[in-house]
């Protein structure tokens, strides 16, 4: 049978235009230019015959048409991800690829990793630094990520979003800053240290060199052990340790059997 010829590149803009409800929006995803967006969104328009968008005083939206035929689309480009995996899961059934911050993987990732593959010798894993690494240019099955939320991707909470003031005993008075947690206005003339990281805050508050908030899940073995101590908290924060990953991601077996061993507890 002779298939349809589909417009699939106008059909991924109308998709993206229409999660953001913005050509501007939808354009620096695709990273085109809003101009763009909306030739391949009036060329579609020709080919389907239909009107897709209208713009209203609030700003754009979906016609009756278009909200016809969007869960359909997602549900093919879904469909279209697992075509691919499927085709290139051959020898790749047992190899991970993690993005992960290096603190978290030291304090809680490396052990349960370890543990997994007591259970399954045959799993390898790539561990990529930067978390916040695009999926498909890195060609990553999972990240783990200290955030609010997933947002668009899937996501599963590792641990709780507790966070924990901290110092080594004896340690310095000032505070150490990092970018994931931002300071009381007030205490901003006491920071003695400004750091890029958690990973570099956790190790500057071991070494004495001041005081600093941090996820509780990173400082819980150096609070057991006493070398450092909790000043303030836990208290409950904002941000957590979610594991993430686009939703075709977590229906491979393998994903699944990783996410299942590492949410055990």
Do not use: C
Request: aromatic share 6%; no cysteine.
């Amino acid at each position: 049978m002779k298939r349809t010829h589909l417009p699939l590149n106008a059909m991924r803009v109308f998709d993206a235009a229409a999660r953001h409800l913005s050509f501007t929006r939808a354009a620096d995803e695709l990273a085109v230019t809003p101009a763009a967006v909306g030739q391949q969104i009036r060329a579609l328009e020709d080919v389907l015959g239909v009107v897709l968008f209208r713009r209203t005083s609030k700003g754009l939206e979906l016609t009756d048409e278009a909200e016809a035929g969007l869960d359909p689309l997602r549900e093919g480009f879904l469909r279209f991800e697992e075509s691919v995996q499927a085709m290139q899961a051959g020898q790749s059934s047992h190899n991970y690829t993690i993005a992960v911050p290096r603190e978290f993987f030291a304090q809680w990732l490396a052990p349960r990793l370890a543990a997994f593959r007591v259970e399954n010798p045959e799993v390898r894993y790539q561990l990529v630094a930067d978390e916040d690494a695009d999926f498909t240019e890195a060609n990553l099955d999972l990240a783990i990520r200290l955030i609010e939320g997933p947002d668009e991707l899937e996501g599963v909470q590792l641990a709780p979003a507790s966070r924990v003031l901290v110092a080594a005993p004896g340690g310095a008075e000032g505070w150490i800053a990092w970018p994931g947690y931002a300071l009381p206005e007030e205490e901003a003339a006491g920071v003695v240290l400004q750091v890029g990281n958690a990973g570099q805050a956790l190790s500057s508050a071991l070494a004495g060199l001041g005081k600093a908030m941090m996820p509780l899940p990173l400082v819980q073995e150096a609070l057991t052990d006493g070398r450092l101590v909790a000043l303030e908290g836990p208290e409950e924060g904002r941000r957590a340790y979610w594991l993430v990953a686009p939703r075709p991601q977590w229906r491979q077996k393998k994903v699944k059997a990783l996410v299942e061993h590492l949410t055990r507890e």
